[in-house]
């Protein structure tokens, strides 16, 4: 998985996201950190796309309940 690569995931609520990787980024947080969207751990993985109108979308891959690369 790297910038360039098409990707489709199924989020965790059920959004569908599907577009171009521009970024993914390793997120740190203390040990025993707390996110706010109440994950818990150390680290996590945040991908950016840009979908197919043009807009950028953002996601946990911790979240994904399916990851493919196109």
Avoid at 13 to 42: C, F, K, L, P, Y
Wanted: proline share 1%; charged share 20%; aromatic share 8%.
């Amino acid at each position: 998985m790297k910038p360039g690569n098409k990707i489709s995931a199924q989020y965790h609520d059920g959004r569908q996201v599907t577009g171009t990787i521009t970024m993914v980024e390793n997120q740190s947080g203390a040990d025993n950190a707390v996110w706010g969207d109440g994950h818990t751990g150390a680290d996590r993985i945040m991908v950016r796309i840009q979908n197919e109108k043009g807009n950028f979308q953002s996601f946990w891959i911790d979240k994904c309940v399916s990851v493919d690369i196109l």
